[in-house]
């Protein structure tokens, strides 16, 4: 992290397992893989306790280009709490730009052309054989 405690390249790594959102087609979902003090950057408390850990949560548009972060502090028992996280303009670029770069390389596709397959996909109706 910066001296302002803003997140660098080096601290995440966008984990492989990207999707698209079922309910938003124009919307990815990530998880980044955090190394950096998140105790001290999100303001919580899980270094002291036992079987507790935080995933970082990465939603993008990318017809929007909009980016959100949630963070999961999970705990052993299987209970979790959320927290939203507001990245930076320099946070929001920086993981972006990972995302895409991952993207391109795993699946050779731009972020948008992701997410285009799964926009095409017709709503199931009654008459089509789905559920009543």
Same mark, same amino acid.
């Given at each position: 992290? @910066?001296?302002?405690?803003?997140? $660098?390249? =080096?601290?995440? +790594?966008?984990?492989?397992? %990207?999707?698209?959102?079922?309910? +938003?087609?124009?919307? %990815? /979902? ?11 950057? !999100? +303001?919580?408390?899980? /270094? ?6 935080? +995933?970082?949560?990465? !939603?993008? /548009?990318?017809?929007?280009? @909009?980016?959100?972060? =949630? ?16 990245? @930076? ?8 730009e990972m995302l895409t ?8 596709? @731009?972020?948008q052309e992701f997410c285009?397959?799964?926009?095409? $996909? ?11």
């Open positions: 992290m @910066t001296e302002r405690m803003e997140i $660098e390249k =080096k601290d995440l +790594n966008v984990d492989p397992q %990207i999707e698209v959102d079922d309910d +938003n087609p124009q919307q %990815i /979902n990530f998880m980044l893989d955090t190394w950096f003090e998140v105790d001290k950057k !999100f +303001n919580i408390s899980t /270094n002291g306790e036992e079987g507790t850990w935080l +995933n970082l949560w990465g !939603f993008y /548009n990318p017809f929007e280009d @909009t980016l959100k972060l =949630k963070g999961q502090i999970s705990y052993d028992d299987g209970s979790s709490d959320w927290f939203d996280y507001e990245p @930076t303009k320099s946070e929001t670029e920086t993981i972006k770069l991952r993207i391109r390389r795993w699946h050779d596709q @731009t972020p285009e397959p799964y926009m095409d $996909e017709p709503e199931m109706t009654p008459t089509q054989g789905g559920p009543t």
